[in-house]
């Protein structure tokens, strides 16, 4: 049973546009949460994170907002570039452990 | 720097063959972790290791071995190779359980 799901396998925006990207866990015992970014033939880079007692935190263009009653998850990217175009990952951690549960991606292309 | 570093890139192998997948890292982290990821799906966590001389099962160790002899290297085995076992292979380390996880370049294994 997948604990976290991206819904939307793939986004289409435009440069200079707002880019959203949704995540959903249905375990409120995860305390960690973490985007990452893969380009194609490498391995995911870390992207930002966001601790369970947040609900927003900032990075340049990057924002990841944290809905604890909703169990969901986004990441913002302002103003997109095409050198954003990649997979995005969600990642969650519960406190206690180690392993990172994965999402299986959203692919994001940004368009001139 | 090189960070996380696999070998082989690629490898294809028979059924029933057996190989090593070597991660090696050189930021002195005490944790690393094997992923795989199939198409369509997030990564899922095969084994880990919380220092030298320690090991862990994840979600999917079936048909694998990892040893850590030394900090900085983390093997996986597969000892007798089957063609579910196809897919890309990431190695990562961290500095504790709670950080972010920082991923090598990934291994492409065919077995037919």
């Known amino acids: 049973d997948q604990q976290v799901k991206q819904n939307s396998p793939s986004l289409s925006v435009q440069e200079g546009r707002i880019s959203i990207l949704n995540c959903d866990y249905t375990?409120?015992?995860?305390?960690?949460f973490l985007w990452y970014k893969k380009y194609p033939a490498e391995g995911p880079t870390f992207l930002i994170s966001?601790?369970?007692?947040?609900d927003k935190n900032e990075d340049g263009r990057f924002t990841v907002f944290l809905n604890k009653s909703a169990k969901h998850l986004s990441l913002h990217i302002v103003p997109s570039q095409p050198g954003d175009s990649a997979v995005y990952f969600c990642?969650?951690?519960?406190?206690?452990?180690?392993?990172?549960?994965f999402g299986k991606g959203t692919s994001l292309l940004v368009t001139p | 720097n090189a960070g996380v570093t696999q070998t082989p890139k690629f490898r294809v192998l028979k059924t029933g063959q057996s190989m090593t997948l070597l991660c090696a890292q050189d930021?002195?982290?005490?944790?690393m972790y094997w992923y795989r990821q199939d198409p369509g799906m997030g990564l899922r966590l095969i084994h880990y290791?919380?220092?030298?001389?320690?090991?862990a099962k994840g979600e999917v160790p079936d048909g694998y071995n990892v040893s850590r002899l030394k900090k900085q290297n983390f093997l996986l085995g597969l000892e007798s190779a089957a063609p579910s076992q196809t897919s890309v292979y990431f190695c990562?380390?961290?500095?504790?359980?709670?950080?972010?996880?920082?991923f090598g370049p990934g291994t492409r294994l065919t077995v037919l």
């Open positions: 990562a380390s961290s500095y504790s359980g709670l950080n972010e996880q920082f």
């Open positions: 375990n409120s015992m995860f305390d960690y």
């Open positions: 966001i601790s369970s007692i947040k």
């Open positions: 990642a969650i951690q519960r406190n206690s452990g180690y392993a990172l549960n």
């Open positions: 930021m002195n982290h005490e944790y």
């Open positions: 290791s919380v220092g030298e001389g320690t090991t």
